[in-house]
């Protein structure tokens, strides 16, 4: 399982760089402009030159409207500034149909500038809140507009996590429809510590951070503590110790 962190700007992103053995993603977010807020182009540029050079960027574009050419633009300006992976928030798409305009748009701008970038279509563990797409359904939009992966996280910030709005079972199905479609499955939403030994069973590919490392939990103040990163890691790799153990005594 990967550990993707979202520091929210270039100071945080010097904390995760001294943290780096720890982590794999650096993920560039804007938390005050929603889950998956978009940071300006320059701060993307600054974190790629800031964190080690075999350390993958992420950058999220947004939780996005239905505007399939304005995604495309936005999603094809964080490739530019540096990112390989792209996120994009499917926040105003209410059919999959819609989701998939979106998305379509999104693999052509990135890939026709950099063919090995990692496209992420990223829904809603809590979707049922803001009238968006199905998560269940974000594996199929993914493949069917040539994403690399899918994503859930929480839309609303209010103290709820991942799997109070969808219980272990149903993530371990999207994960099962995403990997049946040869997609990674990545889950966040206020995920903790605590939940790395579900996220582990269930097969996730990529768990995404950013409360959990910080100082006092909170993603809005707190600030990213490498301590924090070290901790959160050694739990994903006792829990991955753990289950090999339990799947090799199975067989």
Known sequence: MLLLISPDGVE????????????????????????????????????????????????????VPYKPGTVAQAALGAA?????????????????????????????????YRPDAFVVAS?????HRIGCVNPLA???????SGADAAM??????DGTRLFDHLPEEVCAQFVHLAHQADLLAALAGSVRAADLGAL????????GVRGAVCGGGDRT???????????????????A???????????
């Open 200 to 207: 582990t069973r269930i097969g996730t590919d990529i768990v």
């Open 12 to 63: 945080e992103a010097r904390d995760c760089a001294k943290a780096a053995q720890h982590l794999d993603i650096v993920d560039v977010k804007k938390p005050d402009e929603g889950s998956l807020g978009a940071n300006f182009p320059w701060v993307i540029r600054e974190i790629r030159d800031t964190v080690p050079a075999d350390k993958p960027v992420s950058a999220t574009v947004g939780d």
């Open 138 to 144: 974000l594996p199929d939009i993914a493949h069917r």
């Open 123 to 127: 829904g809603y563990a809590d979707a």
């Open 221 to 239: 103040t707190g600030r990213i503590q490498p301590g924090l990163v070290a901790a959160f890691r050694a739990e994903m790799d006792r829990h």
């Open 80 to 112: 530019v500034s540096g990112a390989t992976y792209i996120k994009v928030g499917l926040y105003g798409c209410t059919t999959p149909d819609q989701a998939i305009d979106v998305m379509r748009g999104v693999v052509r701008a990135v890939k026709d």
């Open 152 to 157: 859930l996280d929480t839309a609303i910030k």
């Open 241 to 251: 110790g753990e289950n090999a153990t339990a799947i090799a005594t199975a067989n």
